[in-house]
């Protein structure tokens, strides 16, 4: 007896109730697209702007850093999982469509899927004509192969390492490169060039989603150039490399072997897609707001300057967007750097913080966010509005428990430490505001600003590096990989999680036996209204061990250019959905 694909999107329904209930003001995420031609403030959170099938053109995209990495296994940047789909495609993608209706999961190169009632067995069967950009036919062997390469940490680490976890099963698969059986992943079989089937050791609701990563997409072996593979990623979708400079600018162009009749996600209506790099977030703004641009790609919100210039203008406010993004922005504390090696010293940091000046470092409650009292937002399933330690819903700082707790910690004089942040505008700002606020405790902190393209893979996600810098405070912000309370804190959370070689997520090294356990208990569920019971413990626990601050569920105030086509937001990657985007003259 097999499961077919529509039970396949179940475990999205908590979300999809959850986004209903919090789409409240100018962000409705659970509209569904109009079909006309919509205009205004918040146009592209309601349904389509500029509905248009005219292919031609130049998408222009900036970006205030270069992508973590081009190559698909090993990008972990939320913008660059929506790029990435302008050249690489996957067993299986997110619903090309506005709002809620993204969440769901369709076909991408898989023609069809089957699941055995013990759910253990995925069989994937592929479309017929798909080929790479040279011609070559995409097999379900290029496919396993991509996905081998996810096990090569040593080589390629920075990507999420979820599908390592759950198909490694003991056999300790140290990656291609390194491989020496002629039989690879042992628990990735491919019967013949077109299937592609799955073993897992133990059921696992969310498998799907791990097959719509950018990692699980297929690479040709012949030309996989191991770590240089990013420079120059082989095409399986509609756009492939034309130029790439690091650091500067990427040109995409039209992949001749790429059949449309094959993909029914994918516009590729632009004939080009040029990205440039600019470092000045300011700069970036003004080429959106003078034209020379399309969109920003990281999709977090333009600065100060422009969010008055947009609010105050009702021209360029009509072609401006406020969502939420669905990413918590929050501060790690880390567990292993002194004194926070001590519980109380964290907690003090929790009561010192005043996330009212967080939040208007970031924006403000419009632009910025909402007060976030906890880490999973409210549109995840697992949300738990009741949850509210520490400072609460208010996020106005308690000095009098502060200082209390830095007696507790034997730190009753306060200490040192360093704040770490990406050398952004925002970034910075928001740095600085939680200095002042833990400075009215004589707790003084230094912020280190460093770059912000290998911010999370290596300056923030090496725990040695994060020792070595005596970062005991670190700012980052984290969206859900997939649609759960899994996808969201699982590889914040869990200790078993951490990586020490990079590319490390739970940076503020928790490792708690109680949560470890609770996950455990939270993949085994089935059922997704229980499983997410049990991920509203795991995020309160995860709170009581005080290694993250979270201050905002993030609100972005975004502008695109009136030029842009087919333009709306998309709940899977709460941003624009950018394969769909074209331009007009």
Not at 179 to 196: H, N, Q, R
Not at 359 to 378: D, F, K, L, V, Y
Request: net charge negative; with cysteine.
């Amino acid at each position: 007896m097999k499961t077919k694909y529509g039970a396949l999107v179940a475990g999205g329904a908590a979300l999809v109730l959850a986004l209903t209930a919090c789409s409240g003001g100018g962000s409705s995420a659970t509209t569904k697209p109009t079909g006309g031609s919509g205009s205004g403030y918040n146009a592209a959170t309601k349904g389509v702007v500029n509905p248009s099938t005219k292919k031609g053109g130049t998408l222009k995209l900036v970006s205030d850093a270069d992508a973590d990495s081009y190559d698909p296994a090993r990008t972990y940047y939320a913008w660059m999982w929506n790029f990435s789909r302008f050249y690489n495609r996957t067993l299986l993608t997110s619903a090309p469509a506005q709002g809620a209706a993204s969440l769901k999961l369709v076909n991408d190169l898989a023609e069809s899927q089957d699941i055995s009632s013990d759910g253990l067995t995925y069989t994937y069967k592929l479309k017929s004509g798909v080929k790479f950009q040279d011609g070559t036919p995409i097999t379900s062997k290029d496919i396993k192969y991509g996905i081998e390469r996810i096990f090569a940490q040593d080589v390629l680490p920075g990507g999420p390492t979820y599908l390592k976890g759950i198909l490694d099963e003991g056999q300790n698969y140290p990656g291609p490169y390194k491989d020496t059986s002629p039989d690879g992943l042992k628990s990735v079989t491919t019967p013949d060039d077109t299937t592609i089937v799955f073993k897992l050791a133990s059921p696992f609701a969310d498998f799907p989603y791990l097959l719509a990563m950018p990692g699980a997409g297929p690479v040709p072996k012949a030309k996989d150039t191991g770590a240089k593979y990013t420079n120059n990623p082989v095409a399986s979708g509609p756009y492939e490399f034309k130029s790439y400079q690091p650091g500067k600018s990427l040109v995409l162009v039209r992949n001749p072997n790429w059949d449309p009749s094959t993909d029914s996600v994918r516009k590729a209506l632009p004939d080009e897609i040029d990205l440039t790099i600019i470092s000045d977030d300011n700069e970036i703004d003004n080429e959106l707001l003078d034209g020379t641009a399309d969109v920003n790609t990281a999709q977090t919100g333009v600065q100060s300057a422009a969010q008055a210039k947009i609010l105050l203008d009702a021209s360029l406010k009509a072609n401006a967007d406020d969502f939420f993004t669905g990413f918590t922005r929050y501060f790690s504390i880390s567990s292993q750097v002194p004194p926070f090696n001590n519980i109380n010293c964290r907690i003090a940091v929790q009561y010192a913080a005043d996330k009212v000046s967080l939040q208007t470092a970031r924006g403000g409650p419009e632009a910025g966010g909402a007060i976030a009292p906890s880490m999973i937002p409210p549109t995840v399933a697992g949300y738990d509005a009741s949850l509210t330690p520490y400072t609460g819903n208010s996020g106005k700082p308690d000095i009098a428990k502060a200082k209390d707790y830095l007696s507790k910690c034997g730190q009753p004089n306060g200490f040192k430490t360093v704040i770490a942040t990406q050398s952004t505008d925002k970034g910075e700002k928001v740095a600085q505001a939680l200095q002042q606020a833990l400075a009215k405790v004589n707790i003084t902190a230094t912020i280190d600003a460093t770059d912000p393209s290998p911010y999370y893979s290596a300056t923030i996600g090496t725990p040695s590096n994060v020792h070595k810098k005596n970062y005991g405070i670190m700012q980052a912000g984290w969206g859900a990989d997939f649609p759960t309370g899994y996808g969201f804190l699982d590889v914040i959370s869990d200790g078993r999680k951490i990586q020490q070689e990079g590319g490390n997520t739970n940076t503020g090294e928790l490792n708690d036996p109680a949560i470890n356990s609770l996950i455990d208990q939270a993949v085994a569920e089935t059922d997704p209204t229980k499983a997410a019971d049990i991920w509203k413990q795991v995020d309160a626990k995860t709170m009581d061990a005080a290694t993250y601050l979270p201050f905002v569920f993030d609100k972005a105030l975004n502008y695109r250019n009136p030029r842009l086509t087919n333009a709306y937001v998309d709940s899977y990657y709460g941003m624009l959905d950018f394969q769909a985007l074209g331009v007009t003259k």
